[in-house]
C-alpha cells in the first residue's frame, strides 16, 4: 500500500534551493541586507578609494611643478654663466661657480664660496657642474640666487 505524503502539496517546493529562506534545519542562515548600510560602506570605500587616487595625482602634479621650477632655474642660471666673464676654458665634468660681480655682471671662478675668506669680492649664485653636451647642472643655489632672481 501507498503512503501519502502527510505534508500538503502546496507547500512543498519543486525548488527549494533557490527559495529567499532556509527551508530545512541544517539549511544556511539567511539573513535580510540592510541596504542603507551596505551604501554607507561602499561609499566609505568610493570616498576612500577616490582620496587615494586625487592625493596621488596632487603628489604628481607638485612633482611637475618642482620640475619645471628646476628647468625654469637652469635656463636662468645657464644665461647668467653665458653671459658670464670666464678667465679659462671650462672642462666637462668639472664644478664652477657663479658669482654676482655687479647687477646684470657675473662671473665664473673654480674658487668656492667658502674659500674666500671673510670678505669675497662677489656674491655667490650657484655652483655648477658643466655636461658633456656643454650645458650646465645646477648643483647648488645660493639663498641669494633664491630670493633675488626667483622673483622675477
Not at 78 to 105: C, M, W
Request: charged share 30%; aromatic share 8%; hydrophobic share 35%.
Amino acid at each position: 500500500m501507498r503512503k501519502e505524503n502527510p505534508i500538503d502539496k502546496d507547500k512543498i517546493a519543486e525548488t527549494p534551493h533557490l527559495l529567499p529562506y532556509a527551508h530545512h534545519v541544517g539549511s544556511a542562515i539567511i539573513r535580510p541586507i540592510d541596504k542603507g548600510k551596505e551604501k554607507g560602506l561602499s561609499m566609505t570605500a568610493m570616498y576612500q578609494q577616490t582620496d587615494v587616487q586625487l592625493t596621488q595625482i596632487k603628489e604628481q602634479v607638485e612633482t611637475l611643478i618642482r620640475q619645471a621650477q628646476e628647468i625654469h632655474d637652469r635656463i636662468d642660471i645657464s644665461e647668467k654663466i653665458y653671459k658670464a666673464d670666464v678667465g679659462f676654458r671650462p672642462i666637462i665634468g668639472r664644478t664652477y661657480h657663479l658669482y654676482e660681480k655687479e647687477v646684470n655682471q657675473w662671473v665664473i671662478s673654480m674658487i668656492a664660496p667658502e674659500e674666500w675668506g671673510k670678505n669675497p669680492p662677489y656674491t655667490f649664485l650657484a655652483t655648477v657642474t658643466m655636461l658633456a653636451d656643454h650645458t650646465w647642472e645646477v648643483q647648488k643655489k645660493s639663498d641669494t640666487y633664491m630670493d633675488r632672481f626667483n622673483e622675477e
